[in-house]
Antibody, heavy 120, light 109 residues
Framework: QLQLQESGPGLVKPSETLSLTCTVSGGSISSSSYYWGWIRQPPGKGLEWIGSIYYSGSTYYNPSLKSRVTISVDTSKNQFSLKLSSVTAADTAVYYC????????????WGQGTMVTVSS | EIVLTQSPATLSLSPGERATLSCRASQSVSSYLAWYQQKPGQAPRLLIYDASNRATGIPARFSGSGSGTDFTLTISSLEPEDFAVYYCQQRSNWPRIFTFGPGTKVDIK
């Protein structure tokens, strides 16, 4: 059964870069046509899509975050990663990684999420 | 950019009652519309994809309908575990971006 697990620092200082990794287990990140995404949720608020990446490396980003976001994939480690630069308190959120079904463009498997706080 | 609007923001119902949740898109999204359920402290769970198809393991009391700009999630008879927040989500053709609605909270009356 495919599982996703986010990892990374829970506390990031303002103006620094937030870095998270999603490790995929129970299947290969590059063995199928699925693609992968990051979604975040500020405390008490709704869901915001950050961006998605195909196993080939093609990326799509939320226009509101595009200038600060980089998503990459490491097939040798069965991981994909998120970097968000120049963070502020507004980037404090639970960050989820998820698998995207290519035919239905829906997030069908999610990680448990990791809380990231931006504070000095 | 396509904007999704969900109504009502909160729906107060009793177990056994029927829940009808609405999601409206600012322009047509064809049938690329999904619904998710999220309980406190948990990741969202996919319920419905392509507007009307139940995801694996989702009970038959959950159903989705609609196309174009107006979509509905119906829970035919609320079970205690159904009280949660529900989000709709779409994917636009170009640019290939995803958008979530603001959510509808279904709470116990």
């Amino acid at each position: 059964q495919l599982q996703l697990q986010e990892s990374g620092p829970g506390l990031v200082k303002p103006s620094e870069t937030l870095s998270l990794t999603c490790t995929v287990s129970g299947g290969s990140i590059s063995s199928s046509s699925y693609y992968w995404g990051w979604i975040r949720q500020p405390p008490g608020k709704g869901l915001e899509w950050i961006g998605s990446i195909y196993y080939s490396g093609s990326t799509y980003y939320n226009p509101s975050l595009k200038s600060r976001v980089t998503i990459s994939v490491d097939t040798s480690k069965n991981q994909f990663s998120l970097k968000l630069s120049s963070v502020t308190a507004a980037d404090t959120a639970v960050y989820y990684c998820a698998r995207v079904h290519p035919q239905h463009d829906a997030f069908d498997i999610w990680g448990q999420g990791t809380m990231v706080t931006v504070s000095s | 950019e396509i904007v999704l609007t969900q109504s009502p923001a909160t729906l107060s119902l009793s177990p056994g009652e029927r829940a009808t949740l609405s999601c409206r898109a600012s322009q047509s999204v064809s049938s690329y519309l999904a619904w998710y359920q999220q309980k406190p402290g948990q990741a969202p769970r996919l319920l419905i994809y392509d507007a009307s198809n139940r995801a694996t393991g989702i009970p038959a009391r959950f159903s989705g309908s609609g196309s174009g700009t107006d979509f509905t999630l119906t829970i035919s008879s609320l079970e205690p575990e159904d009280f949660a927040v529900y989000y709709c989500q779409q994917r636009s053709n170009w640019p290939r971006i995803f958008t979530f609605g603001p959510g509808t909270k279904v709470d116990i009356k």
